[in-house]
């Protein structure tokens, strides 16, 4: 099946630095990748659609210029989390629609990211 | 994006005993998910469900939708320790995103 490559997989940062997360469709094409984030013991919540080509539509709430999102090319997307604070950390997940007809979603394995 | 309820929040059974989680979503859906999360890891897709079905099966799973009450739920019957996890529903509202529950935790113990 379609797989969504995530890394890294764990980071720890300074204050102040960015930290660039990346997401690789393997083998499949994906015109849309979603980012979603993650809080200890909580739901994941939509950050950002990023469709290849364009610029990346954000959920209410999150800040544009903080999570910067590129979708350049159809298998890769990345996420750029700039000016991090111990606040940001959390665990960050992509997920590509893989089956328009089927619903089918796959998923990242998750980058756990540390500010420190 | 609303994110429904999901109980129980967290949920202690013992090996060979069935675990029934509950979800309830607010608006109209083309279709819902489960999902199942190892601690610190990625999401796996358990099932899906749409929205003119009532009931579906896939192994030990069952998941029943009750479009009326906004409300699904996942069964798996004969637990095992290793069904230890977080899971999670996700319905599809119609704009291809995802809007997921709140979760419930689920400890087997052998």
């Known amino acids: 099946g379609a797989v969504v490559s995530q890394h890294p997989s764990w980071v720890i940062c300074k204050s102040g630095t960015s930290v660039k997360i990346e997401c690789r469709s393997l083998?499949?094409?994906?015109?849309?990748m979603f980012w979603y984030r993650q809080f200890p013991k909580q739901s994941l919540m939509l950050m950002a659609t990023?469709?290849?080509?364009?610029?990346?539509?954000?959920e209410q709430g999150v800040e544009k210029d903080k999570f910067l999102i590129n979708h350049a090319s159809l298998t890769l997307s990345t996420l750029t989390v700039t000016s991090a604070h111990p606040e940001d950390s959390s665990f960050y997940i992509c997920?590509?629609?893989?089956?328009?007809?089927?619903?089918?979603?796959?998923f990242g394995s998750g980058t756990r990211l540390t500010v420190v | 994006s609303q994110q429904g309820e999901e109980d129980p929040q967290a949920l202690s059974i013992q090996e060979g005993e069935n675990a029934t989680m509950n979800c309830s979503y607010k608006t109209s859906i083309n279709n819902l998910q489960w999902y199942r999360q190892n601690s610190g890891r990625g999401l796996v897709h358990l099932i899906l469900i749409r929205s003119n079905e009532r009931e579906k099966h896939s192994g030990r799973l069952r998941v029943t939708l009750d479009t009326s009450k906004k409300s699904s739920s996942l069964l798996i019957t004969a637990s095992r320790a290793a069904d230890t996890a977080s899971y999670f529903c996700a319905w599809d509202s119609g704009y291809s995103t995802l809007t997921f529950g709140k979760g419930t935790m689920l400890l087997v113990s052998p």
């Open positions: 083998d499949f094409q994906a015109t849309t």
């Open positions: 990023s469709n290849e080509g364009s610029k990346a539509t954000y």
């Open positions: 997920s590509q629609i893989v089956n328009r007809a089927n619903y089918g979603y796959t």
